[in-house]
DNA sequence: ATAGGGTTAG
């Protein structure tokens, strides 16, 4: 029995069932708000609340159909302890009773769900609201949308966004240039850009100029410097003006496609043009250009207009400048750049010495290398990822393979690192180099269980490793794996395999390989494996012998 | 919610 143990089952049956039913006849989400629930109405649903607690496999018998409005409805699933048990009686009253749920109900119990993390139950019944006419406002959908979003299911809610102009809502900046960060976070550009120019198009999306911003530094991400440009063209035809960060992103576009010259330029351009004066984080984005390329002299001279300029160099600047000078083999002047951020209070941070651990490897001074590690802690600065992969590649090396496991081993200890592809590559190109492909492939292994997913390099390693032993059908094996996960492979990767066969007498399988190379358009990063759920489930049968 | 710094295969 429904209501056994319930001190009130009597009263049921007096209820002014007519008042109650006229009070709940709102049927747009976009009416204005709801009149309240009747004192009567309210007393269902909170019995009906209770008795559902109490035994939710129960029928609903005593809650007719007439008895049970909408809003009684609604009322009784925000009297659930839990979003499962909301979404049960919700389902329960609809099909027991044939209640025809109110805007409020699926607005209410879709918010609830979402805040739940059931994301796949939220969308289920927004489709049903939607299905049954009752449109999402604006905010109800940037809500569903960010919620989405922010749990990471990026695909649904492009899907929602695409939804606006079905329900007529304007969607803000905010929730578009979100996901579209998301998307360029998880180098999916070409979605980012997609969603953008569909918005454009629907009229019910005005973007501001951080939604350009967002796409032109996705756009120069892959390298797409003209339509970088293209976008920034178009700003002032959507009433957006480029900002110091517009230009900051184009300037360092150019420096990184190894256009540092015209990144120079731009920068000198826009500092004429006086509308937006560049910064210290555009001074450093050249710096870095002409660092990137052993240009130390440029770099400097730049280093010195800015401050001519009276622009404070940031830590980043001088960090900059210190890896530039280390890699370009100059120490005394990373060393002074080291000591002149000193005097400018401008404390070292792990960056700074990750970089001159760098360059003291490099340089063969090894001793120095092994002091600044080794003072780390005195000067309270903890190894990050990067200071291990520097130390356990210079440690490969140098054919010291035992102690740059000790390191890798240390790192999988640290619970705030996520390890990453390029800490395990030197170690699994050593393991290759000495011959112990089979360590080497135990390694691999060990990353994937950590969900530490292969990179180009790594493939391109394990290929090469067992070509030079001749396990040919392995390298095989991997490179097509490699392209199952989705993994981009380039030209080293392809050169490298063909030079194997060709040598092993294997003519005819170079021509399949290449027909695999030309057949799979590599995608952008591995990163983005985890998203795609096609590459994913390809994967999933394909294994690589070991 | 947007801009600059560190690591890698032959």
């Known amino acids: 029995m429904l209501l056994r143990g319930a001190p009130y089952p009597k009263p049921l049956r007096r209820l002014p069932l007519p008042l109650l039913l006229s009070s709940s006849s709102s049927s747009s989400s976009s009416a204005a708000a709801a009149p309240p629930p009747h004192p009567a109405e309210l007393w269902i649903a909170k019995a009906l609340a209770t008795a559902f607690v109490l035994s939710p496999s129960a029928r609903l018998g005593p809650f007719g159909p007439l008895l049970l409005t909408p809003l009684a409805a609604s009322e009784a699933l925000r009297r659930l302890p839990t979003a499962d048990s909301a979404l049960a009686l919700f389902e329960l009253a609809r099909s027991a009773l ?143 003006s480029p900002d110091t960060v517009t ?49 130390m002299e440029e770099a400097f001279r730049v280093f010195n207009d800015m401050i001519g300029l009276g622009i404070k160099p940031s830590r980043v600047t001088y960090n900059v400048l210190i890896d530039g000078y280390g890699k370009a083999g100059d120490m005394p002047s990373a060393a002074s750049v080291y000591e002149r951020m000193a005097l400018c209070g401008c404390p070292p941070d792990v960056v700074t010495i990750t970089s001159l651990i760098d360059g003291h490897c490099r340089n063969g001074q090894l001793d120095d290398a092994l002091k600044l590690w080794n003072e780390m802690g005195q000067r309270e600065l903890r190894p990050n990822i990067y200071t291990f992969a520097t130390m356990i590649n210079f440690l490969c090396k140098k054919n010291r393979l035992g102690e740059a496991q000790v390191l890798l081993k240390e790192l999988n200890e640290r619970t705030d690192i996520i390890p990453r592809a390029f800490v395990y590559n030197p170690i699994i190109d050593g393991l290759c180099k000495v011959g112990n492909v089979d360590e080497a492939n135990s390694i691999m292994l060990e990353m994937e269980r950590k969900k530490c997913f292969p990179d180009k390099y790594t493939y391109t390693i394990l290929i090469i490793g067992h070509c030079m032993k001749g396990r040919i059908s392995e390298a095989i094996a991997i490179f097509e794996k490699m392209v199952a996960t989705g993994c981009a492979h380039d030209g080293v990767t392809i050169s490298c395999l063909v030079t194997c066969l060709l040598k092993a007498g294997m003519p005819n399988k170079v021509e399949s390989i290449m027909l695999i190379a030309s057949g799979s358009s590599p995608r952008l990063d591995t990163s983005s494996v985890q998203d795609s759920p096609l590459s994913v489930r390809k994967s999933a049968d394909i294994s690589v012998a070991v």
């Open 98 to 240: 044939g209640v025809a749920h109110s805007p409020d109900a699926y607005r209410f119990l879709v918010g609830l769900l979402c805040r739940s993390g059931l994301h796949g139950d939220a969308l289920k019944v927004f489709d049903e609201m939607a299905s049954h006419g009752h449109s999402p406002d604006a905010s109800f959908l940037a809500f569903v949308a960010n919620s989405c979003a922010e749990a990471g299911l990026l695909d649904p809610c492009i899907r929602l966004l695409n939804r606006a102009s079905e329900f007529n809502s304007r969607l803000e900046p905010y929730t578009v240039n979100k996901v579209m960060s998301l998307l360029i976070a998880r180098n999916r550009i070409q979605d980012a850009v997609f969603l953008f120019s569909e918005q454009l198009n629907s009229q019910l999306f005005m973007p501001d100029a951080w939604s350009f911003n967002i796409v032109i530094k996705g756009l120069c991400r892959i390298g797409d410097i003209k339509g970088a440009f293209e976008l920034f063209e178009k700003m002032s035809s959507f009433r957006c």
């Open 247 to 295: 230009h900051n992103i184009l300037v360092d576009g150019l420096c990184r496609a190894e256009q540092v010259d015209r990144g120079h330029e731009m920068l000198q351009r826009i500092r004429m043009d006086g509308t937006c004066m560049p910064n210290v984080v555009t001074y450093t984005s050249v710096i870095s250009g002409y660092c990137k390329m052993g240009r």
